[in-house]
Nanobody
Framework: QVQLVESGGGLVQAGESLRLSCVAS????????LGWFRQAPGKQRELVAY???????QYSDSEKGRFTISRDNTNNTVYLQMNNLKAEDTAVYYC????????WGQGTQVTVSS
């Protein structure tokens, strides 16, 4: 059974940092592309950052320079380091994996107060 379990969300003030983690089980992690998406209330789910099995990364324009995605294939974990957080970053953040199948985590809430 595939599981993606996120952690690290919480309530912070604008300008502070958070690091999200997502531990995967039930997949051959190193062969999967991985991503972080987010969904704010009343909005569609959107891509935040993506890391391919080659370790090449991709970011949405609004997060470029503030967020960093990384992966640890030894520990089946993908991270999202978020710096200089803004109120508009408030959302539920979801972990995602893709190879010949797609999987989502249950999400972790990030709330940034201004």
């Amino acid at each position: 059974q595939v599981q993606l379990v996120e952690s690290g969300g919480g309530l912070v003030q604008a300008g502070e940092s958070l690091r999200l983690s997502c531990v995967a089980s039930g997949i051959k992690f190193r062969f999967y592309d991985l991503g972080w998406f987010r969904q704010a209330p009343g909005k569609q789910r959107e891509l935040v950052a993506y890391i391919y099995l080659s370790h090449r990364t991709q970011y949405s324009d609004s997060e470029k320079g503030r967020f960093t995605i990384s992966r640890d294939n030894t520990n089946n974990t993908v991270y999202l380091q978020m710096n200089n957080l803004k109120a508009e970053d408030t959302a539920v953040y979801y972990c995602y994996s893709r190879n010949n199948s797609e999987h989502w985590g249950q999400g972790t809430q990030v709330t940034v107060s201004s």
